[in-house]
């Protein structure tokens, strides 16, 4: 049987709990909610890290951020390598050792290229550190580390000032048109001029296009269509921003809650402290964010019914994640990501749809939903493995998803996962955060540790760490985070030994 093409779907800093398969009994996403019934839907999928850079470098490597470097966004502080090194291994190189055709299209986060000097983005951040600037500049882009497709530098703001996407518009006699939603956050804009003028239709007309190409030429392909939504700048048409306009999204349990014994770092990521903003000053944008997210499960819906006229869907790997969660208010207005890790920002959707199994094989998972912990650096093996190489080659530091998708028998699978995180901007802290069974352990530096029973309390609400009846239960999760660290030769062990008092 011909190997399956392959077809990875990423979405930034989005919020699993905002999908209809994931529980959301408010934001419409319909086709999404269609490649759950026709796949396997992993509960407990976590990022490798709460950060675009070090959440996507995982992907392109398969090792976890302590492994490849990029530990916090590229050109901030704390991040060790800037631009991702070309290498054998690196996800698309090893994809056209099997003879595949590796694509890829939208938000890139991994590198300026050899053109940095003169992008705006990067002399951003260099003027904030001028030794950058005079480090020899090799930069990565996808078309130099082995995709074909479109290269945007940097982080890209949220596409919209990008040149292919400016030439794009001007092709078809359209312009942007827009209008500010949300007076006290200027990042809401309803898009006036119409869906098919979008940052995200355009995304997905290049995937259309590169995919088709594939399909006309016959050859087994990868394509990995990265969308800058839901992340802010919000940027959603007045046809999806109309479902809920005037939605009635009730505050998150923890908007209100008590956050006396909480890490203080939090609240480096609280929004306007000295004026705190009230729960209609998020449901403005929360809606925004809602009509952001049916605008793209309207894009990947064009994508499938394309793959289906040609007849290709049941063929294909399709694989639905997010590079890392969003907070949107949690915990007493709570923004962004990193510095906290709670399950909003550190849980991802993910969604895979295995292709047709070959004859006299058994059907893959269809309908059902894992709870078994899974991780974003899993993917790479996943993708490697369809793709043909041997699974002790394909897994580094994840494992191969396949024998999950495939119900293999006799499968002995990991009992917790770990999220790491380095910080944001000029705040760096070293966070580790450990979930076993219904239990999550958060190590915060110097801060106050973490510790919840999310069976009890899903929400996150009572931190149990201080609490002296709760001691026996603390020390075992921080025995098994330092055996973690251990196993993984991550540099913190020796350190946290010292903090928590295991030497």
Known sequence: MPRPNLLFILTDQHLATTLGCYGSEICRTPHLDQLARDGLLFTRAYAACPICTPARAS???????????????????????????????????????????????????????????????????????????????????????????????????????????????????????????????????????????????????????????????GTPFYYQLNYWGPHADYHAPTEFFDLYRHADIPPWPSFDADQSRKPRVHSAHRAETTRPWTWENYRECLRMYFATITEIDAQIGRLIAELTRRGAYDDTLIVFSADHGDSLGIHRGLTDKALFMYEQTNRVPLIVKAPAPSPGSAAPRAGERDDRFVGTCDLYSTFLDYAGLPRAEAELDGRSLRPLIDNEPNTVWRDQIVTECSGLDYLLVTQRALRYRDYKYVFNGGDLEELYDLAADPHELTNLAPDPAHAGLLREMRLRLDRWLVENNDGLSERFRRICDLV
């Not at 976890?64 to 190189?93: A, K, S, V």
């Not at 300026?112 to 600037?133: I, K, M, R, S, W």
């Not at 005079?134 to 996808?142: A, F, I, M, Q």
């Not at 804009?189 to 239709?201: I, K, L, M, P, W």
């Open 59 to 217: 992907l392109q490597t398969g090792l976890l951020p302590i492994h490849h470097g990029m530990q916090t966004n590229i050109y901030n502080r704390g991040c060790q390598i800037h631009e991702i090194p070309d290498h054998p291994t690196l996800l698309p190189r090893r994809l056209d050792s099997l003879g595949y055709r590796a694509g890829l299209t939208g938000k890139w986060h991994l590198g300026f290229g050899p053109d940095a000097v003169n992008q705006p983005e990067y002399g951003h951040h260099t003027a904030a550190c001028p030794a950058l600037a005079r480090v020899p500049l090799h930069g990565s882009l996808p078309s130099t580390i082995g995709y074909e497709g479109d290269d945007f530098p940097g982080h890209g703001g949220v596409g919209i000032n990008t040149p292919q996407y400016r030439a794009w518009l001007a092709s078809r006699g359209k312009q942007l048109e827009k209008r500010v939603i949300h007076d006290r956050y200027p990042h809401t804009y309803e898009v006036t001029s119409g869906a098919d003028t979008t940052v995200n239709h355009f995304l997905t007309e290049r995937a259309l296009a590169h995919v088709g190409a594939y399909l006309d030429a």
